[in-house]
């Protein structure tokens, strides 16, 4: 069992920055791939990225790939997502989940927080 617990959520300008952090306690964390999605509301929930267990590779959805950076912290168990040039559109809440592929399904998933970017 993994549970996720993310933070870093808030109000920000169109065009600033914000960081998101998910930390990870039970299982090894650096046995999953680590994801970050997003629901806006009204739509359903769609990729953002994922980085592999040792971080050393790393998917973007089209929509936020130059903007986003995740990464991740074995030690701390403890995944980032580093947010730039943010735009009304990425206004979601955002969600990190811990699984064994990219894009496949996720097995444990955080409760999510809300970003709120203003235009």
């Known amino acids: 069992q993994v549970q996720l617990v993310e933070s870093g959520g808030g109000l920000v300008q169109a065009g600033g920055s914000l960081r998101l952090s998910c930390a990870a306690s039970?299982?090894?964390?650096?046995?999953?791939?680590m994801g970050w999605f997003r629901r806006a509301p009204g739509k359903e929930r769609e990729f953002v990225g994922a980085i592999s267990r040792l971080g050393g590779m790393t998917d973007y959805a089209d929509s936020v790939k130059g903007r986003f950076t995740i990464s991740r912290d074995n030690a701390k168990n403890t995944v980032y997502l580093q947010m730039n040039s943010l735009k009304p559109e990425d206004m979601a809440v955002y969600y990190c989940?811990?699984?064994?592929?990219?894009?496949?399904?996720?097995?444990?998933w955080g409760q999510g927080t809300q970003v709120t970017v203003s235009s």
């Open positions: 039970g299982r090894a964390f650096s046995s999953y791939v």
């Open positions: 989940a811990a699984g064994s592929n990219y894009r496949g399904a996720y097995d444990y």
